[in-house]
């Protein structure tokens, strides 16, 4: 007897590791590795959330891809996950639809705000991007320091444009045409150029940290005052593209942050 009880108890054990994967991959959701075009034309159109009716966003098919936009987000391609989940690229939360009793998608969902739904309410809506071109740059100061700088410039609008200056702490290698719509859209969508700078010493900016960095470390240091290191951060594409540079703002939830605007017509308020 006892040795039948060994003899069980070893079974059980050899067996537990296949009873556990066999779990697994029944809780696992099913996967589709393909829909057609046909399919994916069904997730085609607007979804807006009721409670937050000024944020709709919108699906549709290209080249035989499903992609989503809004008035702040760029066109992004989706991945498919199942027949029913989504990614986003550049985005860890994750897409889901629910369906109508004859199998058409009717709303959907962000998997970080499940209690927000996002239902059906008509045809995709397309909003306007500019083309957006990515540089980067190095601006010498007046005592040889050079500030690193990302510069956004839409490519498909010629002419003098408006500007954005955002002079940080916090780093600017994120800044590209996906973030700048996101945090600006309006400005973006006007064409306004883009130029987010590293301040003294913070990430690929030279020298030592300067007053900017105060409200952020307590620490002082630097002889180039915050107008000076403006003016010349203007000069080299007020140069090449913009007219009348002015204006100036700041963020009061980021220490340290700080903005100038300015546009083409010397006669045209700034606002805030």
Known sequence: MHRL????????????PSVIAAQQSSDAPAQASTLTAAQLEAFS???????EPDTPQSFYVQDGRLFIESERRVPTELTLLSATEFAVKGDRFKLRF???AAGRPVSVIWTDEPESHYQRTGMPVHHVFHDYQRSEVM???????????????????AGPLPFLIQRTPYGVDGTNRA???WSRSDLARDGYICIAEDIRGRFKSEAAATRAMKAVTGKTSGTVTA???K???VKPPTRRWLVSPR????????????????NTDKNRPLGN
């Open 247 to 262: 204006g100036r703002g700041g963020d009061k939830n980021k220490p340290g942050h700080n903005l100038t605007r300015g």
């Open 98 to 100: 629910t369906f109508d």
């Open 5 to 16: 009880h060994v003899a069980l108890a070893f079974f059980c054990v050899a067996l537990l």
């Open 231 to 233: 003016r010349r951060t």
């Open 45 to 51: 159109g607007e979804y807006t959330d009721p409670k």
């Open 139 to 157: 601006i010498p100061m007046r005592d040889g320091v050079k500030l690193h700088a990302v510069i956004l410039k839409p490519a498909d609008i």
């Open 227 to 229: 107008a000076e290191k």
């Open 179 to 181: 973030s700048f719509f």
